[in-house]
């Protein structure tokens, strides 16, 4: 099991900007896939953006599309969500994941790897 952990969130202004930061132990170059899944209280889980580390493919939810963006820092061994643009229903609690199972587009099937304990987002006025 890994030590996954998450940084960055936090209450924005809608309209902000805010970025996540997910750090894993030993770095994230030896791993398959890294993604952010959110979850709003009564809704279930939902795959915001993954990466494919290897072939650098990336997955964004339609909902974040053209505002969201997820990148590696290979400096810092951390994968970072800049999120722009923010909206009342980005809020929820976001956690990062590392090679789990399941396509990030179906959040809530997806199940094991390694997860962070999430961290919170608030966007509000």
């Known amino acids: 099991q890994l030590d996954v952990a998450e940084s960055g969130g936090g209450l924005v202004q809608p309209g902000g900007s805010l970025q996540l930061s997910c750090a894993v132990s030993?770095?994230?170059?030896?791993?398959?896939?890294i993604g952010w899944f959110r979850q709003a209280p009564g809704k279930e889980r939902e795959g915001v953006s993954c990466?494919?580390?290897?072939?650098?493919?990336?997955y964004y939810a339609d909902s974040v599309k053209g505002r969201f963006m997820i990148s590696r820092d290979n400096d810092k061994g951390t994968m970072n969500l800049q999120m722009n643009m923010l909206k009342p229903e980005d809020a929820g609690i976001y956690y990062c994941?590392?090679?789990?199972?399941?396509?990030?587009?179906?959040?809530?099937?997806?199940?094991?790897?390694?997860w962070g304990q999430g961290i919170q987002v608030i966007v509000s006025s």
């Open positions: 030993g770095g994230i170059g030896d791993h398959y896939v």
């Open positions: 994941a590392v090679d789990f199972v399941g396509p990030c587009n179906h959040g809530a099937a997806v199940t094991g790897g390694s």
């Open positions: 990466l494919a580390i290897r072939n650098d493919n990336r």
